[in-house]
């Protein structure tokens, strides 16, 4: 084969390959990592990803399972230059690192196309924000602190009505316990500690002080009676669990509810999955609310997915579909709806979620009621030394006093 | 016992050195690269990314104040010589019943060696399950109308350490077994016969002659077994997750959580270094007596 004939060939491959990309757009192909593998969880990722692909993209499905190993792996990869398209987390200060180092692309364009400053709760909007940039696509809206309560155990001791206050609550749970039965499903692992007294906190010791608390680790509130109250309280629902109760998966934990073996379950708004699989409805077989009273703050946490920078262009692209399909009302709605959590935007029409997100949806609008989680506020390395004070104090004969002094002391830094 | 060095030729060696590289390569970088950039790290102040800034020791300081830290050492070391002994102990017994020409040798050999091949993830799992008061043996006691029976180790602060040592002993004996039967079996006949003769017991042979000459067998044993200690994870995650609270904390799971979780990747290596320094500090004086052993017996 003469040079001639080669080059003529080769120009033509060429000129086909470009008409032929002229012509038909290859899809924007994004990687995205994620740790949704549970059945509701995979059916509501499924929804953005058919959106995705319908958008004029091509979602490459990326499950992990297990948060922290998704989140090892996302790290792995963008530090070894393999970086995926886009990656979840929890709307957190969890990838505050990644976007300090820059290895994260802002989505400005489309956080400021589509408004989300008006649409999106500031707690959230707080936790993708740096210096101005919108760093993150935040997808949904966890309540880590519902009480989930089983209608014919409340039934079979007795109790007529959703307490009102803390009080009331404890004197809930030990009728339960005179019923016979176990008052609160609780499972024994640190995070589940952490977000029973997260819950605890928000609730007896008001959002001013856990603000003061956790946003500006101010140790006179720290040290304060009142703080010193918040521990004291927390730990009165000891009384209440069984003795299994250490090392309980949370699933385990709910279908003690679902069963109506146990009364109460602190839990997120996903434990809802656990009861709709067991084909129970709220409302009609088990109840839920996210505090006591009309004035109880909802505690906002969630996920929400980071564009890595990486060298192509096309990611960038793709990156921006992503965003923008991932925020549309359509698709947060659909998400939402098996997903258990709630849409994170506040101009969605709610009709096709359930009794709690639709309860969780009128809650967050008002604004006074919306509380940050404590993990947006606090780095990983000092909420993961927060669970170790407070798994010592829940566990350990311990007074309230010493477990005082090591989470003032940790916050102190 | 002397062996006369054979001359090989030049060539020849020089093949085998070249065939040893790739090994030699992976050592040199995979193994002690790796210790000497953790070791740089855990003088820095690395966050989710290592970084090369310089805290001094900060980060050792801060490791030492760290309660739940000095409490997986102590639990580590507990836990350690529990599980060894336990494990020589009960593997060198197994292999010797099977030694006794057993029926079905084969698939008893088969029954003690499979927790092994089991991943201990899953089988963890199980073992929370039959160690929790409300699921397992307690339960099935109750039931059975023995009301005061008690067995809730796994969700006592104080006990929980010896359930770790209940479930992975379980796992590791069979593999002592195996180790120890194909020492027993290559033990000579004679010695059994002289042994018979002289009017010795069985028990006694096997305490007084058969450990002895067991020795290498043993100490393979030993080192793996050691291995498994320092790298205790799995187990603890599946069964108690460190709990309750922070009873049955390991050294390893301290490393992990505060190297992904925590986003402290300089804690960690801090940590992963004091864990390599108390390896070497207990390995270094064995391997020393060991070598010392090996020499004398090869120069008598």
Redesign the interface.
């Known amino acids: 084969m003469s040079k001639a004939v080669l080059k003529g060939g080769v120009l033509a491959l060429a000129l086909a390959l470009a008409a032929h990309a002229a012509m038909a757009q290859p899809p924007l192909k994004a990687t995205v990592i994620h740790w949704w593998t549970s059945g509701g969880e995979s059916a509501a990722i499924r929804q953005f990803a058919d959106a995705f692909n319908k958008a004029g993209g091509q979602w490459v499905d990326n499950a992990i399972a297990g948060a922290?190993q998704s989140?090892?792996i996302t790290?792995n990869r963008i530090?070894g230059g393999n970086a995926p398209t886009a990656a979840q987390f929890n709307t957190s200060r969890?990838f505050r690192?990644?976007v300090q180092?820059g290895l994260l692309n802002n989505v400005d364009d489309v956080a400021i196309a589509n408004h989300w400053d008006q649409v999106m709760p500031a707690a959230i909007l707080d936790a993708i924000k740096f210096n101005g940039h919108f760093y993150a696509a935040p997808v949904d809206i966890h309540m880590p602190a519902w009480f989930f309560y089983s209608k014919p155990a409340f039934r079979k001791a007795g109790i007529a009505r959703e307490p009102q206050s803390y009080e009331e609550f404890l004197d809930d749970l030990a009728r339960l316990k005179a019923a016979g039965l176990v008052p609160l499903a609780f499972g024994?692992?640190?995070w589940q500690e952490k977000i029973t007294f997260d819950a605890i906190f928000a609730m007896v010791g008001g959002p001013d002080l856990y603000l003061k608390v956790y946003r500006d680790r101010d140790q006179q509130a720290l040290r304060s009676e009142a703080f010193r109250q918040v521990l004291v309280k927390f730990k009165r629902l000891k009384a209440f669990v069984?003795?299994?109760?250490?090392?309980?998966n949370w699933n385990d934990a709910t279908a003690m509810v679902v069963s109506g073996r146990a009364g109460v379950q602190i839990m997120g708004d996903w434990a809802k999955g656990e009861f709709s699989s067991a084909g129970q409805v709220a409302g009609r077989d088990f109840g839920c609310f996210p505090g006591f009273g009309p004035h109880a703050p909802y505690v906002v946490a969630g996920d929400a997915f980071v564009f890595p920078v990486t060298e192509s262009r096309d990611a960038v692209k793709a990156q921006k579909l992503l965003a923008n399909v991932l925020t549309a009302p359509a698709a947060q709605v659909a998400f939402s709806a098996r997903k258990g959590s709630i849409p994170i935007r506040l101009d969605v029409d709610d009709s096709s979620l359930d009794l709690c997100a639709r309860l969780g949806l009128a809650i967050i609008k008002d604004k006074s009621r919306q509380l940050p989680n404590s993990e947006m506020l606090t780095?990983?390395?000092v909420?993961?030394?927060l669970q170790?004070v407070l798994?010592?104090f829940?566990?350990?004969d311990q007074s309230p006093e010493d477990a005082q002094k090591a989470f003032a002391r940790v916050m102190k830094g | 016992m002397t062996t006369p060095a054979i001359a090989r030729p030049r060539r020849l060696q020089l093949v085998a050195y070249f065939a040893l590289l790739p090994m030699a390569a992976t050592a040199l970088f995979a193994y002690l690269g790796t210790i000497f950039w953790s070791a740089r790290i855990s003088f820095s102040g690395s966050r989710t990314f290592p970084s090369y800034d310089f805290v001094g020791l900060a980060q050792y300081v801060r490791l030492f104040d760290n309660e739940r830290w000095l409490l997986s050492l102590q639990n580590v070391f507990v836990y350690g010589a529990l599980f060894i002994v336990a494990t020589l102990v009960i593997g060198f017994l197994l292999a010797v019943f099977i030694d006794q020409k057993v029926m079905a040798e084969g698939m008893l050999r088969t029954v003690f060696l499979y927790p092994y091949a089991m991943s201990f993830v899953a089988t963890g799992l199980i073992w929370q399950w039959i160690l929790n008061p409300e699921l397992g043996i307690q339960n099935v006691l109750h039931k059975l109308g023995f009301a005061g029976a008690r067995f809730d180790w796994i969700v006592d602060q104080d006990m929980v350490i010896y359930t770790l040592v209940i479930a992975t002993v379980w796992q590791a004996s069979g593999l002592v077994m195996a180790l120890l039967l194909s020492g027993l079996r290559g033990i000579d006949e004679e010695i059994w016969k002289a042994a018979r003769i002289d009017g010795i017991p069985r028990w006694r042979v096997y305490v007084s002659i058969v450990l002895p000459m067991l020795g290498p067998s043993l100490s393979t044993a030993f080192v793996l077994l050691f291995v498994m200690v320092v790298k205790a994870y799995d187990a603890v995650v599946a069964m108690t997750q460190g709990g309750p609270g922070t009873a049955s904390e390991v050294p390893a799971k301290f490393i992990m959580d505060y190297l992904f979780n925590r986003a402290n990747v300089g804690l960690a290596s801090a940590a992963s270094m004091v864990l390599l320094a108390t390896v070497l500090a207990i390995a270094a004086p064995l391997y020393f007596v060991r070598s010392r052993a090996a020499r004398s017996g090869r120069e008598s």
Not at chain 1, 242 to 248: E, F, W
């Open positions: 922290d989140r090892a790290t530090i969890q690192d990644f180092e024994g692992q640190v069984d003795a299994g109760s250490p090392g309980r780095t990983p390395d909420n993961g030394e170790d798994t010592k829940w566990n350990k």
